[in-house]
């Protein structure tokens, strides 16, 4: 059973271009979680998906970002226009159900460089 | 205002030793609180976990505590490995996410 596949895992970017960042949940979960990590600091909750739905985000800043998780394929997370600000380590997490009394599985992330 | 802190970052312990992580919460009204342990440039991984209706979850050498009316866990890990140094995050369930405190880097010397 293979866990959350994040990619890419390093991902460069001139400022002012889209970053497409893409999570694979692991086989049987239904529930995503983007998560940002800036330098030296722990983990911010971004956003909470369901298939087809935003449930949470509340963490999500307003403009620029965005997600989504498809009935087919990955959960995108999506930045455009990016900044030197947004520089980062961004992991997905997936739950079979909610995370009510249970763990989230992290993927190996993807960290984001904007130059 | 942070609601999970970590207010050490970083403990160094001799092999062998024990190795006593704190963390302290504001929101009493989330009842399941979980600890992750993070290698660098790889995800963090759930490590153990421990619910309100408890005060004690032990995994091996992996011990969580928790003292509500202190708002305070903490994860003890004894005997220390080099292998455990990492960095440790605690997290407070809060619904549909998970709340985070700062982290502690553990340095395990052999």
């Known amino acids: 059973n293979a866990g959350v596949m994040q990619n890419p895992r390093h991902l460069v970017r001139r400022r002012g271009q889209e970053a497409r960042l893409r999570c694979s949940p692991m086989?049987?979960?239904?529930?995503v979680y983007w998560y940002r990590q800036l330098p030296e600091e722990g983990l911010k909750f971004m956003v909470y998906l369901q298939k087809e739905n935003i449930i949470d985000e509340s963490g999500m800043p307003k403009e620029r970002f965005s997600a989504e998780f498809p009935k087919e394929g990955p959960s995108i997370l999506r930045i455009q226009q990016v900044v030197r600000g947004d520089s980062a380590a961004y992991f997905c997490?997936?739950?079979?159900?909610?995370?009510?009394?249970?763990?989230?599985?992290f993927g190996q992330g993807t960290r984001l460089t904007v130059v | 205002d942070q609601q999970v802190k970590q207010n050490s970052p970083s403990l160094s312990v001799q092999e062998g030793r024990i190795s006593i992580l704190n963390c302290d919460y504001t929101n009493s009204m989330f009842d399941y609180f979980l600890w992750y342990k993070k290698y660098p440039a790889e995800g963090p991984t759930f490590l153990i976990s421990i619910s309100s209706i408890k005060d004690k979850n032990e995994d091996g050498r992996f011990t969580v505590f928790l003292n509500k009316s202190a708002k305070h866990l903490s994860l003890h890990i004894v005997p220390s490995q080099p292998g455990d140094s990492a960095v440790y995050f605690c997290?407070?369930?809060?619904?549909?996410?998970?709340?985070f405190g700062g982290g502690t880097r553990l340095m395990v010397k052999p």
């Open positions: 086989k049987g979960h239904s529930h």
């Open positions: 997290a407070e369930n809060a619904g549909n996410m998970l709340t």
């Open positions: 997490a997936s739950s079979p159900s909610g995370t009510r009394n249970t763990e989230a599985f």
